[in-house]
């Protein structure tokens, strides 16, 4: 079955086809992409349907998380492809504005997350990240008002502050994780892989192969030092270029020294050729 989603790209208008949701007293879950839809983004579709009754995607390529280094321009497009699959999962609303809408000329407000969550990892390499990030999520939560917002464990660091940003602003919106989908040699689903060449596309698993191994020495009783020293090897062996491989706490993502400090989860990320990718599994 298929059913059209209504599709916005105004404010006003997304007002009104939320003032006509909420009439009929619904639940609502959001999900926030930037489109180029795969699986991983299905999974979190399905995840906010048996949450909510009405649900809501963003599909918004936001330019404030990225770096002017960074693949803003060559980023994937594929609206009619994604309209396609959210209409075969029966969306019930498309929220689609343009960088106009979203920063208007004279646009002069950030919010910029802080504390544990944000310090190293992906705020090391892409310091400009959690700031585009946190901002456009809390305008598309201030803009959407969703009971339930779901994000996916593949972006790990960002479930972490999308979480604590809204507590700390009482946005009123509960964020839920959901796992990671992957291909079936273990790569994590992401909108970047179309970017490897058939080559690099056969190295990529070697990301969570080493994710795996270094979880399986950790749970053994293996030194955390020397068990992650082992992962990084094998993944700068294959040909990638690593800007980190790390074990933190599952939950603050605070470093630790070992095990014992916590339930762990293994994060990484590495560039392949022109391709970043990241992942992280639990230990
Ligand atoms: N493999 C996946 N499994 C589960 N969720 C995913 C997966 N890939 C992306 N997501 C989630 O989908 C949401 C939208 O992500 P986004 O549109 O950036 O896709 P992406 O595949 O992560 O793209 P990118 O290649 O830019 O990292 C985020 O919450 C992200 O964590
Ligand atoms: C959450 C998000 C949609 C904000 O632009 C983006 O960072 C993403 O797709 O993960
Ligand atoms: N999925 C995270 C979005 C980004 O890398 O810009």
Same mark, same amino acid.
């Given at each position: ?136 999520v ?13 994000f ?9 502050v999308v979480t604590?940003m ?9 964020v ?43 749970? $053994? =009783?293996?030194? @955390?030092?020397?068990?992650? #020293?082992?992962? &990084? !090897?094998?993944? *700068?062996? $294959? =040909?990638?270029? @690593?800007?980190?491989?790390? #074990?933190?706490? &599952? !939950?603050?993502? *605070? ?29």
């Amino acid at each position: 079955m298929s059913r059209n989603p209504m599709i916005v790209r105004t404010v006003p208008a997304l007002r009104r086809a939320l003032d006509g949701i909420r009439a009929k007293k619904a639940t609502t879950a959001l999900v926030p992409t930037m489109g180029a839809l795969h699986d991983g983004h299905v999974s979190l579709v399905r995840l906010a349907k048996r949450r909510a009754r009405k649900v809501i995607v963003s599909i918004f390529v936001n330019p404030t998380q990225f770096a002017p280094s960074e693949d803003f321009g060559s980023y994937p497009r594929t609206w009619k492809a994604d309209v396609a699959r959210l209409a075969a999962e029966e969306v019930d609303l498309i929220w689609n504005p343009d960088v106009k809408t979203m920063y208007p000329d004279g646009f002069a407000t950030r919010i910029v997350p802080e504390g544990p969550a944000t310090v190293g990892l992906e705020d090391r390499f892409r310091p400009h990240f959690f700031g585009g990030v946190a901002t456009v999520v809390g305008k598309l939560f201030t803009q959407v008002r969703p009971d339930f917002a779901i994000f996916g464990e593949k972006d790990f660091q960002q479930l972490r502050v999308v979480t604590r940003m809204a507590r700390d602003l009482d946005l009123g919106v509960k964020v839920i994780g959901s796992r990671t989908v992957r291909e079936r040699d273990g790569l994590a689903m992401s909108s970047r892989n179309v970017y490897l060449s058939p080559e690099e596309r056969l190295t990529a698993p070697v990301l969570y192969r080493a994710m795996k191994e270094s979880a399986a020495r950790l749970r $053994a =009783g293996d030194d @955390l030092a020397a068990a992650m #020293a082992g992962g &990084a !090897e094998l993944i *700068a062996k $294959a =040909g990638f270029i @690593l800007d980190y491989f790390e #074990a933190r706490h &599952a !939950e603050t993502l *605070a470093p630790i020294a070992s095990v014992k400090d916590g339930p762990v989860r293994i994060l990484v990320a590495a560039r392949l050729g022109k391709t970043r990718l990241i992942d992280n599994i639990a230990v």
